[in-house]
């Protein structure tokens, strides 16, 4: 069984350039985009092939990753969470490992986060808040951290969904708390290496994962905390708190992930006290503050599905629970175009992730939908029903990786093949 490891030992972030794997939240650079090409450009009726399907994953809205051959996953199983990885040729099984046992939160179907995958190394988060590294190998614990216990954090309503970065040999996560905002970990071992301090971090609970960026010389993390807090920027070699920016956040749950160029940054929350906001980082004398370049209400908003800039354009389903398309200008704010109904008939929360020239919508009511990313129009070109529907909300992202498009759907993980031929 271990020997189907030789190709995961130096399991990364996608360091064969021959491979495009998707190895932790949102892809490679963990903005929601591949640069994979030679994909499907228009969907058959019913969808592309599907190659299959296997079951026992676990309840929960984890999305997968996938590095050096197989998919990692997480997933709730006789009230434990478990980390579990499977083989990318046929999804079956090679390890499961407990990691404790779940904290009941609001939609209590299991873990929500997505494990990052780097070096051989596994890391994901509990709703309770256990962060834990495992191997890649076999999946034995290396080491764990509890953000309540540790970091004086406290479990949001609907658990703790970040999912960590990894970047160079630290472990950047989000225990939200007073002391420690945002943390950096030794990757090798979980050792402290700094916590943010200072930061507001909100009375309504923050549940984005952290991403990097650079502004003029100082490298940062950029992350969505609770209302109160906001927007937030680290340094990323101290941890100083650098600026926040609270007007967008609303009062039940602030999820999406940032996106962020150089000194630009594309923030957006759903709910009704919601918003969206373009921002530029400016810095004066080693000081940094965020000027608002563009504000918008609940008209323009982003609820947990993601949102993914392709050229100078901003893609994403608009409005709490509705996943209206929409194209916005990453330079001006603008609205380039703006549905009024979900793709393809999709209802809910639309979730989406870019590939060689397509959007990849997938629905809270379990409907897929191919979109081609042109900011002059909107235009459908596939779609299909997600087989086999768990009846829970379909709110894990898809995922795009090595020409497969993998849906996963409670215990339920699907494999299609979206290569051309």
């Not at 779940?102 to 596994?122: N, S």
């Not at 639309?350 to 590939?355: I, L, Q, R, T």
Request: hydrophobic share 35%; aromatic share 10%.
């Amino acid at each position: 069984m271990l020997s189907v490891f030789v190709a995961v030992a130096a399991a990364t972030m996608s360091a064969d350039a021959k491979t495009f794997d998707w190895p932790q939240w949102r892809g490679p650079n963990r903005d929601g985009v591949s640069t994979e090409t030679g994909l499907l450009q228009e969907w058959p009726k019913g969808g592309p092939p599907k190659l299959w399907t296997v079951k026992g994953c676990g309840g929960g809205f984890s999305t997968v990753a996938v590095a050096g051959g197989f998919i990692y996953g997480t997933g709730k199983i006789d009230n434990k969470d478990h980390v579990w990885c499977r083989k990318e040729k046929d999804g079956e099984q090679v390890w499961m490992t407990p990691v404790g046992d779940y904290k009941k939160t609001g939609y209590e179907e299991g873990p929500r986060g997505t494990p990052t995958v780097a070096d051989g190394q596994v890391y994901a988060v509990t709703p309770g808040g256990t962060l834990v590294c495992v191997s890649a190998k076999d999946g034995k614990e290396v080491w764990r951290k509890d953000y309540v216990k540790d970091f004086g954090g406290g479990v949001p309503g609907w658990g703790y969904c970040d999912s960590v970065l990894v970047d160079g040999d630290v472990v950047v996560c989000c225990p939200a708390s007073k002391k420690a905002a945002v943390a950096a970990l030794k990757a090798k071992d979980g050792s402290v290496v700094w916590q943010t301090e200072g930061a507001k971090v909100g009375g309504a609970a923050g549940y984005s994962s952290p991403v990097k960026t650079t502004v003029g010389k100082t490298d940062m993390y950029v992350v969505l905390l609770g209302k109160g807090g906001g927007v937030t920027g680290v340094d990323a070699k101290t941890g100083k708190l650098l600026w926040q920016y609270d007007k967008v956040m609303n009062g039940t749950a602030n999820i999406p992930t940032a996106v962020v160029k150089g000194d630009m940054v594309w923030a957006s929350t759903g709910y009704d006290d919601g918003g969206s906001a373009l921002l530029h980082i400016k810095e004066s004398g080693g000081k940094f503050e965020a000027e608002e370049l563009k504000y918008y209400d609940k008209q323009v908003q982003n609820h947990h599905g993601g949102m993914v800039l392709v050229g100078d354009y901003v893609y994403f389903g608009n409005r709490h629970g509705s996943g209206h398309p929409t194209c916005v200008d990453f330079k001006t704010g603008e609205v380039k175009w703006k549905e009024t109904k979900g793709a393809a008939g999709g209802g809910g929360s639309g979730s989406v992730v870019y590939a060689d020239g397509r959007l990849y919508f997938r629905y809270e009511s379990g409907k897929m939908a191919l979109v081609k990313a042109d900011p002059d129009k909107f235009e459908v070109v596939g779609s299909f029903d997600i087989p086999e529907p768990s009846k829970k909300p379909s709110w894990q992202h898809p995922v795009v990786a090595n020409g497969k498009l993998y849906i996963r759907d409670q215990d339920n993980l699907h494999c299609f093949d979206v290569k051309k031929k």
